[in-house]
Nanobody
Framework: QVQLVESGGGLVQAGGSLRLSCAAS????????MGWFRQAPGKERGFVAG????????CYSDSVKGRFTISRDNAKNTVSLQMNSLKPEDTAVYYC?????????????????WGQGTQVTVSS
């Protein structure tokens, strides 16, 4: 079992930045590809960014590429998402995810563990 706890969400103006963090406990963190998904009201949960077990490979959705950066620290069991140039359409609940068999581009149906989510609201 892996427990994931997100932090860092909040309210920010368009063009601003936020940094989300996810702390993992339980099984060996470095055995899991990690990622972030988001879900806006009335929409399906979708992939945002992912990172391989070692951190050597990353993957981003087209909507955030060039604005968001995912990173991990296997010594501290954490994964982070730096979000810059935020837009109102980035408003959503952001979920940390762990995938034992994944690479860097995580798939919703294959995620093994989810965090509880953290709200990000971007005002125009």
């Amino acid at each position: 079992q892996v427990q994931l706890v997100e932090s860092g969400g909040g309210l920010v103006q368009a063009g601003g930045s936020l940094r989300l963090s996810c702390a993992a406990s339980g099984r060996t963190f470095s055995n899991y590809a990690m990622g972030w998904f988001r879900q806006a009201p009335g929409k399906e949960r979708g992939f945002v960014a992912g990172i391989s077990r070692s951190g050597a490979r990353t993957c981003y959705s087209d909507s955030v590429k060039g604005r968001f950066t995912i990173s991990r620290d296997n010594a501290k069991n954490t994964v982070s998402l730096q979000m810059n140039s935020l837009k109102p359409e980035d408003t959503a609940v952001y979920y940390c995810a762990g995938d034992y068999y994944g690479s860097s581009c995580l798939t919703l149906s294959q995620v093994d563990y989810w965090g509880q989510g953290t709200q990000v609201t971007v005002s125009s």
